[in-house]
């Protein structure tokens, strides 16, 4: 999240003083978006792809995983 939101303001930061363009009104809705994503609280009852890119399963779907991804998302939990 700390990264996530370091270049957010990085992005505004450039917003605040890039002149207007089609790059620009671009980056602002990109910018819109990102904080949309950022201001979700993580629903810990469903299993997703977060924004980072990485996968959250919800401790109610570990049960379903076959042995082997099982042993694997223990091995290395940042899957």
């Known amino acids: 999240m700390e990264t996530s939101g370091y270049r957010l ?11 207007d363009s089609d790059f620009a ?12 994503f950022l201001a979700t609280d993580l629903d810990e009852s469903t299993s997703k792809i977060t924004v980072e890119g990485g996968v959250y399963l919800a401790p109610a779907d570990i049960h379903r995983l076959c042995p082997a991804c099982l042993s694997r998302a223990i091995e290395n939990p940042t899957i």
Do not use: C, I, Q, S
């Open 9 to 19: 303001t990085a992005a505004r930061n450039f917003l605040a003083t890039a002149p």
């Open 25 to 36: 009104k671009l980056l602002a809705d990109v910018v819109a978006v990102a904080d949309d």
